[in-house]
């Protein structure tokens, strides 16, 4: 299984800037690099995916390292509600591609 | 657009009793998916399905019967109830591509006493 290291939990003050890092050493070069999040009590939603490039879309921007094995997830302006557990996610080739391993994510804490 | 939608939303249930949870999804995507949440850990596939037709297992499959007759809809059946099977589950669906997004449903908080 491709795996993903991520810290356990993390601290922002509100509407400052956001950056989730995530460790991915075995990521092969067809995977893709997903970032899924969950609210309290819901279920997990889609925040961002990429595969070599950065990306940026309303909810956030991806940064993806060059040699692609670690990647950051950057809020740009936290809020309250971006309070959650973020999950690091890699999708890949062949028949595991249908299928998301979660790992135990990032909580992230938003300070008033 | 509906996206993904799981019933019931909570349920409980006696040691031994059977029950099917629903999921249905209108995006006409290929691929569904069941996972289990216990309190404090990632989710954890139970089950899922290519298509029409076609299961297999996944991570924690014991205990759960899956089926899939329609793209739509893909329920998730205890037939023998446990308590160590109380957990929120999830449904998933999305297509075959990577390079997209997956949906998941809003749960099924599943208390066995």
């Known amino acids: 299984d491709a795996k993903t290291t991520q810290p356990n939990s993390m601290e922002s003050n509100e509407e400052e800037p956001v950056h989730l890092p995530c460790n991915h050493s075995?990521?092969?070069?067809?995977?893709?690099i997903h970032w899924y999040r969950q609210l309290p009590s819901q279920g997990p939603e889609y925040v961002i995916h990429g595969l070599t490039s950065n990306v940026n879309n309303r909810m956030a921007s991806l940064a993806i390292a060059e040699d692609r094995k670690s990647s950051t997830l950057i809020l740009h302006r936290a809020t309250l509600r971006d309070a959650a557990v973020y999950y690091c996610i890699l999708r890949v080739s062949g028949a595991g591609s249908y299928q998301l391993t979660f790992g135990k994510g990032t909580k992230l804490s938003v300070i008033p | 657009n509906a996206g993904v939608t799981q019933t019931p939303k909570f349920q409980v249930l006696k040691t031994g009793q059977s029950m099917t949870l629903q999921c249905a999804q209108d995006?006409?995507?290929?691929?569904m998916s069941w996972y289990r949440q216990d309190p404090g850990m990632g989710l954890r596939l139970i089950h899922y399905?290519?298509?029409?037709?076609?299961?297999d297992q996944g991570e924690v499959p014991n205990g759960y019967n899956v089926s899939r007759s329609t793209t739509e809809d893909f329920p998730l059946r205890l037939l023998s109830a446990a308590p160590s099977q109380t957990s929120v589950y999830f449904c998933?669906?999305?297509?075959?591509?990577?390079?997209?997004?997956?949906?998941f449903g809003q749960g099924t908080r599943l208390t066995v006493v």
């Open positions: 998933a669906s999305s297509s075959h591509s990577k390079d997209t997004e997956a949906f």
């Open positions: 995006m006409n995507h290929e691929y």
């Open positions: 075995t990521i092969s070069g067809t995977d893709y």
């Open positions: 399905s290519v298509g029409a037709g076609i299961t």
